[in-house]
């Protein structure tokens, strides 16, 4: 009898212990050997995404994966390593093999690292592959607020500097400096208010009401505007949105700011030419499927593609805004 | 009524059914393995749901959700690790069960009680839907700052026999909850230059050290031991039990439905107020956290309605109320569909098919959990040699899962000892995790409604924040007559 018990217990332990194994498994990385150019890619490539899996970040680097995965003929895997603004995973693969197998997808968060004493990581560390995406950034109220236009608002913000109140993202994140280059651009001063968490978490106290404006990623208040509840002012592009052609921008409306978030991917900085040559050429390929522009257009972001030298230009230049703006708050 | 019975011939199209089953089954597993989260695993299937037919993805997404919140309870009550914040209360009253060899029962209250909670909180959903999403909306800062002070205060009720010790875990808690990031100025707080403390400490892996590894160590004590299953009526509710477990399950419906319209409050509040709510109102509190099958009843009924409610401000409003309903969200993007009042009227079938598969969701899960129910309670009395090294294993691998790394693990041990120390000193775990999730949206909510009010004032304009802040006080000042009355009494007894 006793005999009986163990033995359906021990199975029961068995089945459990090999389901946990097999989803375990899945976030494994392999021990990395060493390879010629030419024969890149050898084995599976990994995209660690320094972010939690679902958000934007996230799924943006599963569709690349698996455009990657079709150009270079071999399997891409993405792995989540949150944590610290994005600073675990970047600082994962500034010190993993600069072999080409390990790819980091980076955001905006790379350029407030040093500045906001997050991490030493500075754009330096890396070898761009290439960009894909722009995030851009819009200013948006509430359909029953008073302003109808960015100019009505702005000019409201002049002549009452701090009165309007308007949600943020957390201080060195994204949106919190986008809108830190709306009041310099604009010459205002309006009552940042941070909620961090993502653009959206921006979203739910304008829709109640609770603030006046928000600024974050266009993505994020799409749903709100479909619902009727919200209203974009103006979106921070050169140029009209091909997903939004009724929105003006913020620079055909006198408000000359031109802003947003970017995702792009690259090793570490001593990986070989030939590889970054072939991840770009490959990446290049990645950003025309079909699903991968879908996915963009849904979730108010543009198709950005830019090559290795163009990448490394734009982000040192976004830098630059980026350092200038933050090293004058008071941390 | 009609959309939701068009709806329910939708659901049960043999596709859909099986593709609901699917994800109910894969909610279920990751609920019982601590580390995966109903999150990680949903965001995991978002891709191989793109070949799916949008109704199709979205109720197997849905399934996992649910599915999960079914499954967190097992964990819970067998071997006292939660594998999500929601099921840390379930811990309280679940495991001191199964240690008497009523693990039983406690699985078969929480599935009857998860099933009632789902069934009534979708069917609010489909019938009020709209007219209370305006609900949610009201919850600005302030007013959620508010409400995590009312949660706090329900803390109290969780303290144990000590107030001192009470306090020294509920100050712990707090302070792991510092660790980190400030989510307003973005100052890097105690992180002693180590890059995975900036983020803050991670609540899974800290959750599965503080219970459940410290409960192994304990175990690890004395190997020999079995806990024996007790022959007598190991599945059945004791006669006394029924009333007060019933009314758990009824209060938690309604409960768990209206804190899930207020966006950003979490699984854990709802759970956690079902849980003092009962203890307060039960004729034998000093039963709670030894063995009260209401206090297992009510928390995992409302946390498992709270899903029904959390969906109508994503649904109407196109709001996402926690990081799973997030990820759902994307979901509905990634097939063509901004969620929003519009997606009852362009996608009728989607909307009223996906709930319509929450009806269908939650009978299977009640068919698959009253049997599973009496198997899974057999592994409480596996021999704790052959038990601790299975669960130690499958923690390790949950702690690293979370985030991929070996900080994770890290976390998990250090919490570990730390709980197991602390089970030694008769210092309460629950209030730890508690205030350690409550802590990080109460400071940031303060700190906007100071922004936004220009000074702390400007939150009592609010006549709920008010009325919830009155709410509190009233909570902290009755506990504290409560406990003097006891000490007095008991400083009496003593003189005899």
Redesign the interface.
Known sequence: MKTNITKFHLKLLVAIMVMALALGVCGIVSVAVADEASDFPGREVTIIVPYDAGGSSDMISRFIASGLGKALNCTVLVVNKPGGAGSVGMTFVRQSKADGYTICYISTDIMTQKVMNISDIVPEDFAFIGQVAEVPGALTVHVDSPFKTATEFIDYAKKNPGKLTVAVGAVGGAWHTTATVLEEGAGVKLNKVSFSGGGAAAVTPLMGKHVDAAVNGAGEVLSGVNAGSLKILGVMTEERMPSLPDVPTLKEQGVNVVFGGSGAYALPKDAPQPIVDKLSAALSKAVESDEFKDFITQRGMIIRYRNTADTKKAIAEQNEVFFNILSKIDK | MWGLLNGLTIAITPTNLFYCLIGCLVGQ??G??PG?GP??A???L??LS?GLEPTTAIIMLCGIYYGAMYGGTITSVLINTPGETASVITCLDGYPLAQQGRAGVALKVAAIGSFVGGVISTLALALLGPSVADF???????EQFALMVFGMSMVIGLMGKSFIRGLVSLSFGLSLALV??D??????RYSFGI?????GI?MVPLCMGLFGLSELLVLVEDLNVTHKASALNSSTLKKEELRPTTMAIIRGSFLGFFVGLI??TGSAIPALISYSMEKSLSKHPDQFGKGAPEGVAGPETANNSYVGGAMIPLFT????CS?TI??L??AF??H?M?????LFITNPDVIWGTIASMFVGNVILLILNMPLAA?WA??A???NK??CP?VL??SL??A??D???M?GVGVMLVAGVIGYVCKKLDIPLAPIILVFVLTDKME?NL??SI??H?GVLGILTSPIALGLLVGAAAVIAGSLIMEIKNKKSSLLEGDE
């Open positions: 597993l990751v019982v393995l995966i999150v990680q949903t965001a995991l978002i891709p793109y949610a909306l009201k919850f600005g800062p302030s980190g990031m989510p307003i100025s973005g100052a890097i890059n995975d403390l900036v983020g991670e966006p950003g409003l196109g709001i996402p990081p997030a990820i969200m994307g993007m990634m063509g901004i969620p929003g009042p519009t198997a057999k592994l009395d596996i021999p052959m038990l299975a294993v499958i691998i949950g690293y899962s985030s991929n790394s900080f940031q700190l906007q922004k936004i220009s």
